[in-house]
């Protein structure tokens, strides 16, 4: 009965903004993209989403993801629970 079923069925996932997805924000921590959201769903979003995962929201991400913090003008600074 699992044969033919996507092997990761049900996965959930969240996905950074650096991903595009239909109808979600995407700015990329950017904050001249403030406001965007995905017109699409980019190659790796695609694949994730064939391999039958369940985007369930989304991360923080430094701008462009060229630092290693997850700091942006666009949401501040994300801090971990721990």
């Given at each position: 009965q699992l044969e033919?079923?996507?092997?990761?069925?049900?996965?959930?996932?969240?996905?950074?903004?650096?991903?595009?997805?239909?109808?979600?924000?995407?700015?990329?921590?950017?904050?001249?993209?403030?406001?965007?959201?995905?017109?699409?769903n980019g190659p790796v979003v695609k694949r994730i989403l064939e391999g039958g995962f369940v985007v369930v929201g989304g991360g923080n991400i430094s701008e462009?993801?060229?630092?290693?913090?997850?700091y942006n003008l666009v949401y501040g600074r994300s801090n971990s629970p721990f």
């Amino acid at each position: 009965q699992l044969e033919g079923l996507p092997e990761f069925l049900g996965v959930p996932i969240m996905l950074k903004e650096a991903f595009e997805l239909v109808g979600q924000p995407y700015t990329n921590g950017l904050l001249s993209l403030q406001g965007r959201l995905g017109q699409r769903n980019g190659p790796v979003v695609k694949r994730i989403l064939e391999g039958g995962f369940v985007v369930v929201g989304g991360g923080n991400i430094s701008e462009a993801c060229m630092w290693m913090e997850s700091y942006n003008l666009v949401y501040g600074r994300s801090n971990s629970p721990f």
